[in-house]
């Protein structure tokens, strides 16, 4: 017992330092760090026709203008498990689109490019989600099959230095990283920033996308995100998922929607609900140090403040290095 | 001019005068590969599908020997000795054998499950006898990775059966592509279980592309595909017209039953 409690003791040693140290040097274009962010915890206890007013309201408290944009809500569809928390909620989807709507948008499209699952179709229509956005003549498209371009990295933290964008990325005016709060067995936590691993193109890169695995998942999603703007995120914290996640995990309540202008904050804001340090968590910390602020000294909570959970979100051995003390 | 798509078009218009392969050949690159698109100078993991559509077109034995040769000399990044070691001993986070090895989908990343079924299926189909030497031990490897990385309950995804002791859940139209791959090796239990829960999955399914991919597979495997047709020519929506790719694969397999299959490769 000893000796596998040291083994695992050092893998996650060995894991924290190993996703530490090619974030020592800075490789990034810019600070753009602003002075201050803000987020917005709202309570919500259920997915129903409610959440359209819940975040409407939510909404407001960020005098957001997307007056004659074109909005691209990029919510975390991975596959169809019957039964399992997986998926950013249609309904939360669905809502957001009518707010975004309703603010003015010239247009709002959904998009997703699935990891594993190459049948995006296939998701969105065993989960539900194509019949509602039929419904509201919302379109769809898959990121996996678009159309790309070859776009250079504004940081350099996985020495990818292009990825191949879809399209539909690029020509986006106002893009909303929608979240479903998870643990994940690769990268410790999936929130607004992971979750844009959905916007590399299967196309190009397969199914999963392995390329970004294998030059560093931390360093990958600091480049990715680094690249392409995330203008507002809108994180499904209602039901989340912890222990074995982004799949096999077990549905864990938060009641939760947490909204923000800046994906650093909102990623550490929901780290801390989760009972996770965010300055452990490599892809946050690393960010922090010129996309946005993580420190609860630099956070505006325009709502609630963020809560210590009760008990802390299970995780996978070999991440609980990230556990707050 | 994309790859994927392309190459389906082409198989499913193979007898048609429109079918015009040269799009495909001017698109092969130096090595014998092919990128994923147009503008794509790095290879794709879909050279096996590529090949495998040379072949069924029946033409240019010069670009199909060079995209062999290629698919022979590429092999996924577990293979190498290093990270053999790796996934033996301190990476034991997914069960897989490293030492069963097949195709990536990039260069310098690890096998995974279509790009490998999609190298089989067109090396068998260009090797049809006298697999020596090179051949035969990349057959063999690149089979041995399918059975090694199928789902437990029969079945393939992406190509991660278990992670962290979870065994995880089979996509269709991975599944499909796979069982293609091993149609001809003898029906174990993997085969078998796996044919029922395509059969069983199929009949539920109301997403074209793998509606249209089971139906390919169980044809192969010589199961009754009629009412899958049926309902596959019902369950396309107009949008999906709009996917080329889908299109194709709905096409071939309507007509597999008239035209044939062209993914029923001999072993």
Same mark, same amino acid.
């Given at each position: 017992?000893?000796?596998?409690?040291?083994?695992?003791?050092?893998?996650?040693?060995?894991?924290?330092?190993?996703?530490?140290?090619?974030?020592?040097?800075?490789?990034?274009?810019?600070?753009?760090?602003?002075?201050?962010?803000?987020?917005?915890?709202?309570?919500?206890?259920?997915?129903?026709?409610?959440?359209?007013?819940?975040?409407?309201?939510?909404?407001?408290?960020?005098?957001?203008?997307?007056?004659?944009?074109?909005?691209?809500?990029?919510?975390?569809?991975?596959?169809?498990?019957?039964?399992?928390?997986?998926?950013?909620?249609?309904?939360?989807?669905?809502?957001?689109?009518?707010?975004?709507?309703?603010?003015?948008?010239?247009?709002?499209?959904?998009?997703?490019?699935?990891?594993?699952?190459?049948?995006?179709?296939?998701?969105?229509?065993?989960?539900?989600?194509?019949?509602?956005?039929?419904?509201?003549?919302?379109?769809?498209?898959?990121?996996?099959?678009?159309?790309?371009?070859?776009?250079?990295?504004?940081?350099?933290?996985?020495?990818?230095?292009?990825?191949?964008?879809?399209?539909?990325?690029?020509?986006?005016?106002?893009?909303?990283?929608?979240?479903?709060?998870?643990?994940?067995?690769?990268?410790?936590?999936?929130?607004?920033?992971?979750?844009?691993?959905?916007?590399?193109?299967?196309?190009?890169?397969?199914?999963?996308?392995?390329?970004?695995?294998?030059?560093?998942?931390?360093?990958?999603?600091?480049?990715?995100?680094?690249?392409?703007?995330?203008?507002?995120?809108?994180?499904?914290?209602?039901?989340?998922?912890?222990?074995?996640?982004?799949?096999?995990?077990?549905?864990?309540?938060?009641?939760?929607?947490?909204?923000?202008?800046?994906?650093?904050?909102?990623?550490?804001?929901?780290?801390?609900?989760?009972?996770?340090?965010?300055?452990?968590?490599?892809?946050?910390?690393?960010?922090?140090?010129?996309?946005?602020?993580?420190?609860?000294?630099?956070?505006?909570?325009?709502?609630?403040?963020?809560?210590?959970?009760?008990?802390?979100?299970?995780?996978?051995?070999?991440?609980?290095?990230?556990?707050?003390? | 001019?994309?790859?994927?798509?392309?190459?389906?078009?082409?198989?499913?218009?193979?007898?048609?005068?429109?079918?015009?392969?040269?799009?495909?050949?001017?698109?092969?690159?130096?090595?014998?590969?092919?990128?994923?698109?147009?503008?794509?100078?790095?290879?794709?993991?879909?050279?096996?599908?590529?090949?495998?559509?040379?072949?069924?077109?029946?033409?240019?034995?010069?670009?199909?020997?060079?995209?062999?040769?290629?698919?022979?000399?590429?092999?996924?990044?577990?293979?190498?000795?290093?990270?053999?070691?790796?996934?033996?001993?301190?990476?034991?986070?997914?069960?897989?054998?490293?030492?069963?090895?097949?195709?990536?989908?990039?260069?310098?990343?690890?096998?995974?499950?279509?790009?490998?079924?999609?190298?089989?299926?067109?090396?068998?189909?260009?090797?049809?006898?006298?697999?020596?030497?090179?051949?035969?031990?990349?057959?063999?490897?690149?089979?041995?990775?399918?059975?090694?990385?199928?789902?437990?309950?029969?079945?393939?995804? %992406?190509?991660?059966?278990?992670?962290?002791? &979870?065994?995880?859940?089979?996509?269709?139209? #991975?599944? =499909?592509? $796979? !069982?293609?791959?091993?149609?001809?090796?003898?029906?174990?239990?993997?085969?078998?279980?796996?044919?029922?829960?395509?059969?069983?999955?199929?009949?539920?399914?109301?997403?074209?592309?793998?509606?249209?991919?089971?139906?390919?597979?169980?044809?192969?495997?010589?199961?009754?595909?009629?009412?899958?047709?049926?309902?596959? %020519?019902?369950?396309?929506?107009?949008?999906? &017209?709009?996917?080329?790719?889908?299109?194709? #694969?709905? =096409?071939? $397999? !309507?007509?597999?039953?008239?035209?044939?299959?062209?993914?029923?490769?001999?072993?």
């Amino acid at each position: 017992m000893i000796r596998i409690a040291a083994h695992a003791g050092s893998l996650g040693f060995a894991a924290r330092a190993a996703n530490s140290l090619p974030f020592l040097l800075p490789r990034y274009d810019q600070d753009r760090r602003p002075a201050r962010s803000r987020v917005a915890i709202l309570p919500a206890t259920e997915y129903s026709g409610m959440l359209s007013d819940v975040l409407s309201e939510g909404l407001k408290l960020f005098d957001l203008n997307v007056a004659g944009k074109s909005v691209l809500l990029k919510p975390n569809l991975v596959d169809y498990i019957p039964g399992a928390a997986i998926n950013t909620h249609l309904l939360l989807i669905v809502a957001a689109a009518e707010c975004f709507r309703r603010f003015g948008a010239k247009q709002v499209i959904v998009a997703e490019g699935p990891g594993h699952q190459r049948d995006t179709r296939l998701v969105l229509r065993a989960t539900g989600l194509e019949q509602h956005l039929n419904e509201q003549r919302i379109p769809f498209v898959d990121l996996n099959r678009d159309d790309v371009a070859k776009v250079p990295l504004r940081a350099d933290y996985s020495r990818l230095k292009h990825l191949w964008l879809p399209r539909t990325v690029l020509e986006a005016d106002f893009i909303v990283s929608m979240p479903k709060v998870k643990t994940h067995h690769w990268s410790g936590v999936t929130l607004s920033m992971k979750n844009m691993f959905g916007v590399v193109p299967g196309v190009k890169y397969g199914w999963p996308k392995n390329l970004l695995h294998w030059r560093g998942i931390q360093q990958s999603i600091v480049d990715l995100v680094a690249t392409v703007p995330i203008h507002f995120i809108i994180a499904d914290a209602i039901v989340c998922m912890e222990g074995n996640g982004p799949l096999a995990g077990t549905a864990r309540r938060l009641d939760r929607i947490v909204l923000s202008d800046d994906p650093v904050a909102a990623d550490a804001t929901c780290a801390r609900l989760m009972g996770l340090a965010p300055e452990r968590i490599p892809h946050i910390s690393a960010t922090a140090t010129f996309m946005g602020n993580s420190s609860r000294d630099l956070i505006d909570y325009l709502a609630e403040a963020p809560h210590v959970p009760d008990r802390r979100f299970d995780l996978v051995p070999g991440f609980h290095y990230l556990y707050a003390d | 001019m994309a790859l994927e798509p392309t190459c389906l078009v082409l198989m499913a218009l193979r007898q048609e005068r429109c079918a015009d392969v040269q799009v495909l050949l001017n698109a092969q690159q130096s090595d014998g590969s092919w990128g994923s698109f147009a503008s794509d100078d790095e290879a794709s993991g879909l050279t096996g599908l590529a090949l495998l559509t040379l072949n069924t077109l029946g033409v240019v034995p010069r670009a199909a020997t060079q995209a062999a040769n290629w698919l022979l000399e590429t092999k996924g990044r577990e293979a190498n000795w290093p990270w053999r070691w790796k996934f033996r001993t301190t990476d034991t986070r997914v069960n897989l054998d490293p030492d069963k090895f097949g195709w990536p989908w990039e260069a310098g990343t690890c096998s995974w499950v279509v790009p490998t079924a999609f190298a089989l299926l067109a090396l068998k189909h260009s090797f049809p006898s006298c697999r020596n030497g090179k051949i035969a031990h990349r057959i063999e490897r690149g089979v041995e990775m399918l059975q090694d990385r199928a789902c437990p309950q029969g079945g393939w995804n %992406a190509g991660n059966g278990v992670v962290y002791g &979870t065994p995880m859940a089979p996509h269709i139209d #991975a599944t =499909a592509i $796979a !069982l293609l791959a091993l149609r001809g090796r003898p029906k174990n239990r993997l085969i078998h279980r796996s044919l029922r829960w395509l059969e069983h999955q199929a009949g539920l399914c109301r997403a074209a592309w793998s509606l249209a991919w089971s139906i390919l597979a169980l044809d192969a495997y010589e199961l009754p595909v009629v009412t899958l047709q049926q309902r596959l %020519a019902t369950v396309v929506e107009p949008h999906e &017209t709009c996917d080329t790719a889908t299109l194709a #694969a709905v =096409a071939l $397999a !309507l007509d597999c039953k008239v035209a044939g299959n062209s993914f029923k490769v001999a072993e």
